[in-house]
Every structure is written in structure tokens, then in C-alpha cells.
């Protein structure tokens, strides 16, 4: 089992940053006696959400509609289950969130990111605004995955 973990800075006007953090599982499939890829990971937690219905939010009183500037500052992969499983079977892996019409990558696999690890900090662009997702009706997050699964 992997959990993923996504934290969010955003600024909700100018005196206040509220840090999210939303946090997802997914199980990887064996690939079994013959083997098999992925091209993607099923994080259903991340498939869509509503950053102003965090607890975190709700404790700043903060709302969708005083969203402003707004940044990934980290995105990490644990390895939960099994004992002594890495990530890897992880050749390679892109992070975007949009609004179900334009999404911006936000995470990725560097070429020579160490994936022979139980937590993994993905890369991040921190400098990618992600406001305009945050105050939408729906916030998407696709994965996109490749690679060998164990």
C-alpha cells in the first residue's frame, strides 16, 4: 500500500497562510508471474476535492472565495505495506491539478531521483500559482505513473 501526501500553501488574504495538507492510498497491484506496467496510479482521494472543506481551513476560517495565491510545497510517496517494499517499480511519475478543464503540472520524478526508497519526495514547482484550481467548484489531481509493479 502507498500513501501519498500533498500539502498545499495558500494564502487566504493578506494576513493569513494556511497550510493543507491532503493525504491519499492506493494499493499497486502485483504484476504477477508474467509480469506487467502501469501507467497509472489509483489515488481516489486525489481524483478531485475541496481544499475549504479541510479541517485545516475551516480552524482558520477561511473559505473557497478568499483564496488567494496558492503553492504545492511538497508532494511525498510512502511505501505502508509491506515490510521492506521500496518505490522502486516507479520509473517515472508527473503530478497535475486543474479544474477538470486546464490542469499545471505541479510534481515530478527527476531522471536521477533515487526511487529504491520507502518515502519519496517528488520534485515540485513551487512557483506554479494554483489559486484558480483551488477556489473551483472541483479541484482535480491526476497522476500519471509508468513503470513495473512488484
Known amino acids: 500500500m ?3 501526501a500533498l500539502i498545499l500553501m495558500t494564502g ?5 497562510t ?3 495538507e491532503v493525504v491519499s492510498e492506493t494499493t499497486v497491484q502485483s ?7 502501469f501507467s497509472e496510479l489509483g489515488f481516489s482521494e486525489f481524483a478531485s476535492f475541496d481544499v475549504s472543506s479541510s479541517q485545516t481551513f475551516q480552524n482558520n ?3 473557497r472565495d478568499n483564496i488567494g495565491d496558492s503553492y504545492v510545497t511538497q508532494f511525498a510517496l510512502e511505501v505502508t505495506d509491506p515490510d521492506g517494499q521500496t518505490l522502486s517499480f516507479i520509473d517515472g511519475m508527473e503530478v497535475f491539478i486543474g479544474d477538470g478543464n486546464t490542469r499545471t503540472r505541479v510534481a515530478y520524478l527527476g531522471d536521477d531521483q533515487n ?9 515540485v514547482h513551487n512557483d506554479r500559482e494554483i ?3 483551488l477556489r473551483a467548484d472541483e479541484t482535480v489531481v491526476d ?4 513503470g513495473t509493479p512488484p
Open 143 to 146: 497522476v500519471e505513473a509508468k
Open 61 to 63: 476560517d477561511a473559505n
Open 12 to 16: 487566504c488574504d493578506a494576513l493569513r
Open 18 to 20: 494556511v497550510y493543507v
Open 31 to 37: 504484476g504477477g508471474p508474467l509480469g506487467g506496467t
Open 2 to 4: 502507498i500513501a501519498m
Open 131 to 133: 489559486g484558480q484550481y
Open 115 to 123: 526511487t529504491d526508497v520507502r518515502v519519496l519526495q517528488l520534485q
